[in-house]
């Protein structure tokens, strides 16, 4: 019954998305017949009990929070002054551009929470910078495709923040999660841009020196983004605000960092509001519609009926992941993040909770695998967002032939969480406890 279920639900779901149906309206309508065929006489009642707490939960706020700080900063023009004073420092060894893309990257990260925009905001402002300099191309894309998948893994992520609230985690104690694994992939990233630019010098460029008097001076575009991310995650880590009242602290700085740099306008804010409004709603009803069908298979017993055909295997944890990644690739080709994250986390994350995995781990496994997703062809958003961001014409082919190798470092990524755990894990078991 339950592989009946299951099986029927995401095929509908499938042929809905395949369709152009938006994914709010696939999961709804395919949670609404659920309810109609399984449970008739109740079904209205249910859907409007499961709706109101949904679309009025105090954590899910601090998405449209996040998304506005992420939006002032971009169009105060903050993140080309960030990657610009980047470039500087980095500018003068070899590749020193491309390591620009991944750093910059890192950071916006941190005020963004989110990997569209971290790809379309720093792709934007440093792909003008490349023309006539002799970078391979391939490698300048692909790396600005892969550096945009950290807006979900380094802190503030909106798929961090999606996660614990569908498993009922800590989500500062994923935020402080995220952090250390952000940096250390950030590292492979850079890693594999220096093995590329030893094996092929020509790739990586020619560059112009820059004086330290510039360097020195670039610190003033620096600095009070970092001071604005210290607050945003400080405030979190020492347990001063909650992730949403985080959020509203930091709108309230790139506000004020906007105003100093004299970036703000009526037309300004009202593009950034609006965008913000538009990116929110889209996630927020993904949400309540992923709500409405959980609940229905739930109500049909069909995670615990998983649970328990999967107990039975006798499978060890070490198996059970390996299967839930070759899932997620398999998945990552066919929808979109968001839709992963509340079609399968509500149902896999129990069944590897039940195997001794910590929950917070976990939370830090999922979204690399989703960063996967996200340039992974056919459907990898960032893959479609730096293709249309280039200058040269071509396909988008390209982007795909630069991203890819940077998925064997997410790959590696994940090993090196599942070996030595505690990379994740020693930020929220000092800050909060065991």
């Known amino acids: 019954m339950s592989a009946i279920v299951l099986g029927t639900s995401f095929g509908l779901l499938i042929i809905f998305l395949s369709m152009g149906v938006y994914v709010f309206a696939s999961l709804g309508t395919v949670a609404l017949i659920l309810f109609w065929v399984?449970?008739?006489?109740?079904?209205?009642?249910?859907?409007?009990?499961?709706?109101?707490?949904?679309?009025?939960?105090?954590?899910?706020?601090?998405?449209?929070?996040?998304?506005?700080?992420?939006?002032?900063?971009?169009?105060?023009?903050?993140?080309?002054?960030?990657?610009?004073?980047?470039?500087?420092?980095?500018?003068?060894?070899?590749?020193?551009?491309?390591?620009?893309?991944?750093?910059?990257?890192?950071?916006?990260?941190?005020?963004?929470?989110?990997?569209?925009?971290?790809?379309?905001?720093?792709?934007?402002?440093?792909?003008?910078?490349?023309?006539?300099?002799?970078?391979?191309?391939?490698?300048?894309?692909?790396s600005l495709a892969a550096g945009g998948t950290l807006g979900i893994l380094?802190?503030?992520?909106?798929?961090?923040?999606?996660?614990g609230y569908f498993t009922g985690t800590s989500i500062g104690k994923l935020f402080m999660a995220g952090f250390m694994p952000g940096l250390v992939l950030m590292l492979l990233f850079m890693l594999l841009i220096f093995g590329a630019s030893i094996l092929s010098p020509n790739w990586t460029g020619i560059e112009n020196k820059v004086s330290w008097t510039v360097r020195l001076r670039s610190l003033k575009d620096f600095v009070p983004t970092c001071v604005l991310i210290v607050i945003v995650l400080g405030s979190i880590y020492r347990g001063?605000?909650?992730?949403?009242?985080?959020?509203?602290?930091?709108?309230?700085?790139?506000?004020?960092?906007g105003l100093c740099y004299r970036s703000v306008n009526y037309r300004m804010l009202s593009e950034a509001v609006t965008s913000t409004i538009r990116t929110s709603s889209f996630i927020l009803m993904i949400?309540?519609?992923?709500?409405?069908?959980?609940?229905?298979?739930?109500?049909?017993?069909?995670?615990?009926?998983?649970?328990?055909?999967?107990?039975?295997?006798?499978?060890?944890?070490?198996?059970?992941?390996?299967?839930?990644?070759?899932?997620?690739?398999?998945?990552?080709?066919?929808?979109?993040?968001?839709?992963?994250?509340?079609?399968?986390?509500?149902?896999?994350?129990?069944?590897?909770?039940?195997?001794?995995?910590?929950?917070?781990?976990?939370?830090?496994?999922?979204?690399?695998?989703?960063?996967?997703?996200?340039?992974?062809?056919?459907?990898?958003?960032n893959l479609y967002v730096i293709h249309g961001l280039r200058q040269t014409r071509g396909s988008i082919n390209d982007v795909i032939v630069g991203a890819l190798p940077f998925v064997l470092c997410m790959l590696a990524m994940i090993g090196i969480l599942t070996l030595f755990p505690q990379i994740a894990l020693w930020l929220p078991q000092t800050m909060f406890g065991s």
């Open 287 to 381: 949400v309540i519609a992923g709500n409405l069908f959980n609940y229905a298979l739930v109500i049909l017993d069909v995670p615990q009926q998983i649970a328990s055909a999967v107990g039975g295997l006798g499978l060890s944890q070490w198996v059970l992941l390996v299967v839930i990644i070759l899932l997620y690739i398999f998945l990552g080709m066919f929808m979109e993040s968001f839709t992963i994250v509340v079609t399968t986390v509500p149902m896999l994350a129990p069944l590897l909770f039940a195997t001794g995995k910590d929950p917070v781990l976990l939370g830090v496994l999922f979204v690399i695998l989703l960063e996967m997703a996200l340039i992974t062809p056919p459907v990898g958003l």
């Open 154 to 163: 380094i802190p503030p992520s909106i798929h961090l923040i999606l996660y």
């Open 38 to 142: 399984f449970i008739p006489a109740k079904w209205h009642v249910l859907t409007g009990m499961l709706l109101w707490p949904a679309s009025t939960n105090w954590l899910l706020l601090s998405i449209p929070l996040f998304v506005l700080m992420g939006e002032l900063i971009l169009r105060a023009g903050i993140a080309d002054r960030l990657y610009r004073a980047i470039s500087y420092w980095l500018i003068g060894i070899p590749g020193g551009l491309l390591y620009s893309n991944i750093v910059a990257c890192g950071i916006f990260s941190a005020v963004s929470g989110s990997s569209v925009a971290t790809a379309a905001t720093i792709g934007t402002v440093a792909i003008p910078n490349f023309a006539s300099r002799g970078y391979n191309e391939r490698l300048v894309l692909g």
């Open 240 to 257: 001063v605000a909650t992730p949403t009242e985080a959020a509203g602290y930091g709108v309230t700085g790139a506000f004020l960092l």
